[in-house]
């Protein structure tokens, strides 16, 4: 019954999304503010539907309802309750649902951000939204019905793909779908003004805290991801510009030329037609990503899913809403007219620099991640693009980039002084040339880039430090002048300095990554292997049985140079369901390196095993963390409180532009 | 179901696990183990998606690094190495597609897209109006009072 009643919900919302996506429109052509608002209150039943809808596959999961075909697929009833739940979107039509899901919740907060946004903005971004919302509705139910009934039911579920139970995994793909749903909200807000055919400072305000919300859950969702392939893929690695990656990566850069755009749109009134394009662009890479994902046209490790005629489905939807509104950009995009100039040397002009870099970036990305497929399909020919190109093509631009980042960050609006900007950044260049230096000499003989890389990240991070610590400084005497202009920063100050920090730290582990290390032997136990300033000596292998799985389990003592760690355990699982082996590897945090173990087959008496020595790797998904706490800190700075969704709040006087 | 279970079990093959290089195919000259390792980054496994030979478990990703260090050890050079791989099994073996006509628009892409978007952005600021252009400012000022106006009424 509660299937049904989840199946009815779903239909139900479908319909209701039909209302919301049509009757705001027939509202805003005839210039009736009774229509036009309907789609406020259709988003908010559409929620609620879609969240019943949810609500019941998630009890099919958690009661292990095998009658029901997706639960039967991917569960069983001996998983740990937290993987019954988290397998509600560890499959295609599962996580499809959590994405209408997503959906829907951002239309209910548009929906209640009554009195924040401009009402013919407002209606026309959840008209938009409300088509998004019925092409996957639709898609979902036509295609990838997740409450499809099994006659007569199984009594034991197939398990869930054992690489997916895993904590990490549980989190991604919500962290990622709040991302990329988050970027719809740009697109409704921009298809929303060509159809308004007007745009202003306010639009780049009520845009804002959605992007940069999206932001934040996609650093932390593609952060996430690629920790899990770190330690459950069982060799370490942590990006392999595969396909998939590359999907949650594209929209991820696009999103950030957004940011950077629309700060430029909210202070000085430029950049519109760009920012509108490029609000366009990013959620169309989110679709992309989805489309390349689900259709399982890249196949990959992630792809659970490849059926054809999803893929049709998926590829119309994608065609319908890029086409759909690049053919409306190009026909009104001519009406909006560019406001505020800037002198060719000025914030706004950096800020255009580095829309030209990371929009170059987010295209080699796409050319390199789409090229393999368009010369087969034109030619026949097979190519392979893989890392080595990324590295070849997608460093080079980032990098001069990154080198500029301090500078522009020191620039003034409108006219700035390039040299002085230089001249404010040269304390924190010294340092990191110094260091930088320090490293070349200390580790002669080795990696010659890591210590550059690591000398370019200590550069934003300074940067960013000096940047933020001269605007408290200067013209404050005495700590308790400096402490309240501190205090009186924006925090969305705070937030860019973090941001560009999280990148500067981000970038000294991968630099860092030159000096890992790695040894690999067969050992019995009490023997020892080394690699880099590590030590692990083989204790025991013993048997261990979990819930839904048996495990060989090696245990060794760990050390550093003399000092000795706690001891390490890694293991060798196998799946009973699907008998699918799996590895997890040991990994003991030393400070901000890791020392990594895994085992591989048994030969002879003795066990194969790689040790890793991998230093300072931590500050990768730190980096992304603090990069995060940026985006959030930004989100609550004062001036978009005006725009946050709370209902109860007064009208808030209009605050001044700084 | 079928075809979702045939799937599942062609993504488990591809499925990588922790074993890649296996301790009895290292070679016991650290220098030619080092420029065999260096290879095998980037050769695709390919039977597998996007992975190197030296990330994968896959039984012909072994016999293709098993491969490298036969020929390793017979003396040839590393593009010796490769180009013998290469003949056997294509382009599509090199995770770093050569240059040739058919990936020139792959190599050239980003310098392309940036020195247009530079040259662009270049040629749109020559273009744009002295500061102080007056019928401009008061266009705009006009604009946003409907536009305030507007809101009123709404």
């Known amino acids: ?658 | 179901m079928r075809r979702l279970l045939f799937a599942l079990v062609a993504l488990m093959l591809a499925l990588p696990a922790a074993h890649a290089v296996q301790p009895d195919e290292i070679l016991k000259d650290p220098a030619l183990e080092h420029r065999a390792r260096a290879i095998s980054g980037g050769l695709r496994c390919l039977v597998c998606q996007n992975q190197s030979i030296d990330d994968s478990n896959a039984p012909l990703a072994r016999d293709l690094r098993i491969l490298v260090r036969e020929r390793l050890q017979a003396g040839d050079s590393d593009q010796a190495v490769v180009d013998f791989v290469v003949a056997r099994y294509g382009d599509f073996v090199l995770l770093r597609p050569p240059f040739n006509a058919h990936t020139a628009i792959l190599w050239a892409a980003p310098f392309v897209i940036l020195l247009g978007g530079a040259i662009f952005v270049w040629s749109r600021r020559r273009s744009l109006p002295a500061p102080g252009a007056v019928s401009r400012l008061t266009e705009e000022e006009r604009r946003r009072l409907d536009q305030l106006l507007g809101e009123e009424r709404d």
């Open chain 1, 1 to 658: 019954m509660i299937v049904e009643i989840g199946h009815y919900a779903l239909a139900l919302a479908l319909g209701v999304s039909v209302i919301q996506a049509l009757v705001p429109l027939w509202g805003l052509s005839r210039q009736d503010r009774a229509l036009a608002s309907v789609g406020a209150s259709a988003a908010l039943i559409s929620f609620a539907l879609v969240a019943l809808a949810f609500a019941c596959l998630v009890a099919s999961y958690v009661r292990s309802d095998f009658s029901v075909a997706n639960v039967f697929e991917n569960s069983h009833s001996a998983q740990p309750l937290i993987y019954k739940f988290t397998s509600v979107w560890g499959n295609h039509e599962g996580s499809l649902l959590l994405w209408v899901f997503i959906l829907t919740l951002f239309g209910a907060l548009v929906a209640l951000s009554r009195r924040s946004l401009p009402p013919r903005l407002r209606a026309g971004a959840l008209a938009t939204q409300g088509l998004v919302a019925v092409a996957f509705l639709a898609f979902t139910l036509l295609t990838s019905n997740p409450f499809r009934r099994l006659s007569p039911a199984p009594a034991e579920g197939q398990d869930l793909n054992p690489i997916l139970q895993d904590l990490g995994l549980a989190i991604h793909p919500p962290l990622l779908y709040v991302g990329y749903v988050g970027f719809s909200m740009t697109y409704a807000f921009a298809v929303a003004a060509l159809i308004d055919g007007r745009i202003d400072a306010m639009w780049a305000r009520a845009v804002r805290p959605w992007t940069l919300l999206a932001w934040t859950f996609l650093t932390l969702g593609i952060a996430m991801g690629s920790y899990w392939a770190y330690y459950e893929l069982g060799w370490g690695g942590w990006w392999f510009w595969d396909p998939v990656e590359n999907a949650s990566f594209m929209p991820w850069l696009a999103g950030t030329a957004l940011i950077h755009s629309l700060v430029v749109m909210e202070k000085r009134d430029a950049l519109k037609v760009w920012t509108i394009l490029l609000a366009i662009l990013t959620f169309s890479l989110s679709l992309l990503g989805t489309f390349v994902v689900r259709s399982g046209v890249l196949t990959s490790v992630h792809s659970f899913a490849s059926d054809p005629a999803r893929g049709l489905f998926i590829l119309l939807i994608l065609v319908f809403f890029v086409g759909g509104s690049l053919a409306l950009f190009a026909w009104r995009a001519p009406l909006l007219r560019q406001g505020g100039l800037f002198a060719p040397i000025s914030r706004e002009s950096a800020l255009v620099v580095n829309n030209i870099f990371l929009a170059t970036a987010c295209a080699t990305v796409f050319v390199g991640t789409l090229y393999p497929l368009a010369l087969e399909m034109l030619t026949g020919d097979k190519i392979s693009v893989g890392a080595p190109f990324f590295n070849a093509t997608f460093v080079p631009v980032v990098v001069p980039l990154l080198l500029f980042l301090p500078i522009g960050q020191s620039l003034a609006w409108k006219r700035g002084d390039l040299l002085g900007a230089a001249q404010r950044n040269l304390a924190a260049c010294g340092l990191a040339v110094l260091a930088a230096l320090a490293l070349i000499a200390f580790t002669r003989g080795g990696p010659v880039l890591a210590p550059l890389g690591v000398g370019l990240g200590l550069f934003l991070v300074l940067g960013a430090g000096f940047d933020l610590g001269e605007r408290i400084v200067a013209r404050a005497s005495g700590w308790p002048a400096m402490l309240s202009r501190a205090r009186g920063l924006p925090r969305s100050a705070w937030g860019t300095a973090l941001a560009h920090a999280g990148i500067g730290l981000s970038i000294i582990g991968i630099a860092a990554a030159a000096w890992s290390s790695e040894a690999i032997a067969v050992l019995k136990p009490g023997e020892r292997l080394t690699a880099g300033r590590y030590t692990v000596v083989l204790e025991s292998v013993v048997p261990r049985t979990g819930p839904n799985f048996r495990a060989e389990v090696a245990r060794f003592q760990l050390f550093a140079g003399d000092r000795e760690l706690a001891p390490v355990e890694a293991s060798k699982r196998v799946y009973t369901a699907r008998s699918m082996p799996t590895t997890e590897a040991g990994i003991r945090t030393d400070w901000l390196s890791q020392a990594y173990v895994s085992l591989g087959e048994a030969q002879g008496d003795g066990l194969a095993v790689r040790l890793y020595d991998k230093p300072l790797i931590l500050l990768i998904w730190i980096g992304a963390l603090v990069m995060a706490i940026g985006g959030t800190l930004s989100l609550t700075d004062r001036r978009f409180r005006l725009a946050a969704p709370r209902r109860a709040a007064p009208l808030a006087a209009p605050q001044p532009a700084e």
